[in-house]
């Protein structure tokens, strides 16, 4: 496979970049001659003097509380390039972090001018010509490596089982400066490629057919009993019958499919499950709880030309104990097999898929232009562009040096090619050719099926589809864009989007493997009591009820600030009886409305929020805390000093019994640690009502809970309510847009934010805030923002090819 890579590309494979060089950008020379010019004039005439009067007291006259000094440093000029100080102090000042609540405050208009002055002439960011940042070359993730593999060849690939897991920064698993290849992870890929093929193409001509029969297709034999097959109750008898019309006569193997379903936890309810051939048994097996996993039964059985009788028999064989749920059958489906002596064979449905003409020409002409027929088509979707002339040729020479060879065929070629395109940096890789390379003072738009890549592994972590690259190619994909954004939000495969990003910004991912002692939270001493009350299926119903609730936010086009307050969420009966909320039955999550008094409303309510920030045997407001200002708030944190204690060392401390928030006060007497604890505390201290598993409280280990609170800005609050209110009011709702933007931001380009994208956040935010919060206004923004449209014109050979 090596040397075919060679063949292939015909140039020794270059190390992978982690990101590409970072170059002036075109158009900014004079701004920044102008700036660096006058920098300093307003930083004596304007800034300084405002940073002694409101700033010097904590960072300035030799204090550098947080290690942050404004009046030491080697030189002025060295102290105004220092950009990764000033972003810290904009970013405080543009939060209202600093100064304090309580120091005496600058009006807005000086605050503006601080915030231009570092955005102008510290940053140089240019308003009219903004920075599109740097492109990392972006290896495709797990996720999108199994995604595409799905929607290029229909088959479903467990990259999670065949690749080790991929590296994250800033929060997500789809960042390009983390995304290397190591030779043996090239070698899996190489490996996958050949795995992947072999089940996509059918290389051994025409077979012996499969015809199969869906669970829906059966009937239930008893008019006063209308059973569903797919949903047929262990108790009591079923009986379901289905006439098949077989065409050609023999023996055949019998495949059935069937599911047990009903209970996520382990039960003693048993049915005995038997299919018919007329008066014939051609199947049976006892069925009990298996986890949902699929059944298989197999048997073998003589069919006749024309009409043929099955039946199937469901008999409970034992009931449930008391306390378990019941189970019921789902009958996926029966595939026939035969006739088993060969008198007819047909070619395999995913054959067609790729041979879509049938079986190759005898003719080595015919047989070479139907080659290179099937290869482009598959090349320019692998590839997500079209492939040139010359690659063309080489896959072409690829599939006809192995036609040739003995004992192998055409298919065999077509194969081997597709391998080569699988194995490929062009397919593992997301390049992008630019427009103008080795240019690095200009600012180019990608073309449009970079465009179409970036769109796509944004919200569906896959290829585009053919709509996509139509419109690539019709170069019409920029004047449609928003109206694709729609499209796409309102595809099945969106449901990326929530998984992904939404899994790992909200970490949703982390709720049903996190440890929680199932035995401290219920109190139920026996292990297996208590998995069956904290169970895998509630945890499920945790994770999902954030991830719909954003999904339908999304759906509907939704104000982004109701995950901060809402009066609605999602439930089933098993999480609404977690929750003390009665009137939901089943297991169907479905939009449940709260009342007025209910506990719930917003993301700081749900289970999800409460599991991922605790620890195994106790809450932690200190994560809690830093959950909403990080995730939610976006607000800058404090690195901890190194010699932090642990909690049980202000136990110690306590005399007698104290409340967690006691505790807390110790754990943070230093006011070195005051200072970082007061941004973060109060917050978590509001969600201390919710235990490690989200259920409400009034008390902690007996001692009453205070929830009330004041932020560093000053807000105070008494409960979670009202800061949920306070969150999604003002300027914290305008916090909160900003963090969601950067959230999403990086997650749609693949890199952290920088200092030259804070112009473009703002001009996100306010068309958010001008369209009322509309969370879909952030992804069209995001999409037609300088970063998602184009790149510098740095000279990666890579990128070019």
């Not at 180019?444 to 896959?462: G, I, K, M, T």
Request: charged fraction near 30%.
């Amino acid at each position: 496979m090596g040397n075919m890579l060679q063949n292939l590309f015909r140039r020794p494979v270059l190390p992978f970049r982690a990101a590409l060089i970072a170059m002036a950008l075109s158009g900014a020379g004079a701004f920044k001659a102008a700036a660096a010019s006058s920098g300093e004039d307003d930083y004596r005439n304007q800034i300084e003097p405002m940073l002694v009067e409101y700033c010097f007291d904590c960072h300035g006259d030799g204090a550098s509380k947080g290690d942050l000094s404004l009046d030491e440093y080697a030189s002025l000029e060295a102290h105004l390039q220092d950009r990764e100080k000033w972003l810290a102090v904009w970013k405080n000042v543009r939060a209202q972090l600093m100064p304090p609540a309580k120091k005496p405050q600058p009006d807005d208009g000086k605050k503006r001018i601080l915030a231009d002055w570092i955005q102008q002439k510290v940053f140089e960011v240019d308003p009219d010509d903004p920075d599109p940042g740097r492109v990392t070359i972006r290896r495709l993730n797990r996720v999108e490596y199994e995604n595409t593999v799905r929607d290029l060849l229909g088959v479903e690939f467990d990259a999670e089982e065949a690749f080790p897991a991929d590296d994250t920064g800033y929060g997500f698993d789809n960042i390009g400066d983390v995304l290397s290849l190591s030779p043996l992870l090239m070698e899996k890929y190489i490996a996958a490629a050949e795995e992947i093929v072999s089940r996509a193409i059918h290389t051994e001509g025409a077979h012996i057919p499969t015809e199969t029969v869906w669970g829906s297709r059966f009937k239930s034999a008893d008019p006063d009993r209308d059973i569903d097959p797919r949903r047929a109750p262990f108790e009591g008898e079923a009986k379901f019958v289905r006439a098949e019309e077989i065409a050609h006569p023999g023996e055949y193997e019998v495949r059935v499919e069937v599911r047990v379903q009903g209970s996520d936890d382990a039960t003693n309810h048993s049915a005995r499950f038997t299919l018919y051939n007329g008066d014939e048994r051609v199947a049976s097996r006892d069925l009990g709880w298996d986890f949902n996993k699929t059944v298989v039964i197999n048997g073998k059985t003589r069919l006749a030309t024309g009409r043929n009788e099955f039946a199937i028999t469901l008999q409970e064989t034992q009931p449930p104990a008391e306390n378990e749920r019941s189970l019921y059958l789902y009958l996926y489906k029966i595939d026939l097999r035969g006739p088993l002596d060969g008198s007819y064979k047909t070619y395999p449905e995913k054959y067609h898929r790729v041979f879509a003409e049938g079986a190759p020409p005898d003719d080595a002409k015919g047989r070479q232009e139907y080659a290179r027929k099937i290869l482009r088509r598959f090349a320019d979707r692998a590839f997500r562009r079209p492939i040139d002339d010359a690659s063309l040729d080489r896959l072409a020479a690829i599939a006809r040096a192995t036609d040739a060879q003995p004992n192998r065929s055409f298919e065999h070629g077509i194969a081997q090619a597709f391998s080569a395109v699988l194995a490929s940096p062009r397919f593992l890789f997301r390049a992008e050719v630019q427009p103008q390379p080795d240019n690095p003072g200009r600012i180019v738009p990608v073309d449009e099926f970079a465009l179409a890549s970036r769109l796509s592994y944004f919200l569906w972590s896959s290829m585009p589809d053919e709509e996509l690259l139509r419109l690539a190619r019709e170069k019409k994909l920029r004047a449609n864009l928003r109206a694709q954004i729609d499209r796409m939000l309102e595809d099945p495969k969106a449901r990326s989007l929530i998984d992904n990003f939404v899994g790992q910004w909200l970490l949703t991912r982390n709720v049903e493997s996190i440890d929680i002692d199932p035995r401290r939270l219920t109190g139920e001493r026996n292990l297996s009591k208590a998995l069956r009350i904290f169970s895998g299926s509630l945890r499920r119903a945790i994770r999902r009820e954030t991830e719909m609730f954003v999904a339908h936010l999304f759906a509907e086009n939704r104000p982004a600030h109701e995950l901060l307050q809402s009066d609605y969420t999602f439930l089933n009966e098993k999480l609404a009886k977690w929750y003390r909320i009665g009137g939901v039955k089943g297991d169907e999550m479905r939009l449940v409305k709260l009342s007025e008094d209910s506990h719930r409303g917003g993301i700081l309510t749900h289970a999800s929020l409460h599991v991922v920030t605790s620890n195994p045997t106790r809450t932690s407001p200190v994560k809690r805390g830093l959950f909403v200002m990080d995730n939610l708030l976006g607000l800058p944190p404090v690195p901890p000093p190194g010699d932090v204690p642990e909690l049980e060392e202000a136990r110690k401390k306590a005399k007698g019994h104290a409340s967690k928030r006691e505790l807390m006060a110790i754990h943070s007497e230093k006011t070195i640690c005051a200072s970082c604890h007061s941004r973060f505390d109060p917050m978590g201290f509001a969600l201390e009502n919710y235990d490690a598993g989200g259920r409400w409280r009034e008390k902690d280990g007996g001692a009453s809970i205070d929830p009330a609170g004041e932020l560093i800005t000053g807000e105070k609050f008494s409960d979670v309510q009202e800061l949920s209110r306070i969150l999604a009011t003002g300027n914290r709702r305008r916090d909160f847009y900003r963090c969601l933007t950067e959230k999403l931001y990086t997650y749609a380009l693949g890199r952290g934010v920088e200092y030259y994208d804070i112009g473009v956040i703002d001009k996100i935010v306010a068309a958010t805030e001008k369209d009322g919060g509309k969370i879909r206004t952030i992804i069209y923004e995001i999409g037609e923002s300088p970063a998602f449209q184009a790149r510098r014109g740095d000279g990666d050979k890579f990128a070019q090819e």
